[in-house]
T-cell receptor, first 113, second 113 residues
């Protein structure tokens, strides 16, 4: 059974600090990776894809370690508006129309003023 | 940018009644999905569609059926609602492909009493 594991938190972090969290995935054949953000009582929204070489989008940096099967998300200079739940998502898609996304249960982040 | 809309947004229904949730997209995406989200479980796939009249079961399909007669509409039906189906239901769309994330609708909060 494919699994994506995340620390549920909450992570309480002061505004302006750097915070990082990881997720691990069980399927070594997983092919693509994403971070989603979900605000309270809202739908998940794609934050960023995760590329093998690592990638950055403003204050956010995502990294992938295939050997250890984990993905990380780093948030620098955290803002109050970063408070949300962050979902780690893995795509095991192997073609043929079958759905391959497996969602972690999320890490809850609270940025404190 | 409401390329995907769900209706109704909220619904309270009685045990044993049939319920239909609607997902409508204007993006002409091939793939459509129904998820439910519950505390402690994260997002779980109910059914998905990879084209008109082409659907398949997900992880938690028991008690649910779907139909897709047009590209833009994907209906989820609870044949006879039970209290265990009280949940938040999200529809998602995707163009397909490994690096494509999903776009989610705003969700339907369903309470079965």
């Amino acid at each position: 059974r494919k699994e994506v594991e995340q620390d549920p938190g909450p992570f309480n972090v002061p505004e302006g600090a750097t915070v990082a969290f990881n997720c691990t995935y069980s399927n070594s054949a997983s092919q693509s990776f994403f971070w989603y953000r979900q605000d309270c009582r809202k739908e998940p929204k794609l934050l960023m894809s995760v590329y093998s070489s690592g990638n950055e989008d403003g204050r956010f940096t995502a990294q992938l370690n295939r050997a250890s099967q984990y993905i990380s998300l780093l948030i620098r200079d955290s803002k109050l508006s970063d408070s949300a739940t962050y979902l780690c998502v893995v795509n095991d898609y192997s073609g043929g129309g079958a759905d391959g996304l497996t969602f972690g249960k999320g890490t809850h982040l609270i940025i404190q003023p | 940018d409401a390329g995907i809309t769900q209706s109704p947004r909220h619904k309270v229904t009685e045990t044993g009644t049939p319920v239909t949730l609607r997902c409508h997209q204007t993006e002409n995406h091939r793939y459509m999905y129904w998820y439910r989200q519950d505390p402690g479980h994260g997002l779980r796939l109910i059914h998905y569609s990879y084209g008109v009249k082409d659907t398949d079961k997900g992880e938690v399909s028991d008690g649910y059926s779907v139909s897709r007669s047009k590209t833009e509409d994907f209906l989820l039906t609870l044949e006879s609602a039970t209290s265990s189906q009280t949940s938040v239901y999200f529809c998602a769309i995707s163009e397909g492909g490994l690096m494509q994330g999903y776009t989610f609708g705003s969700g339907t909060r369903l309470t079965v009493v």
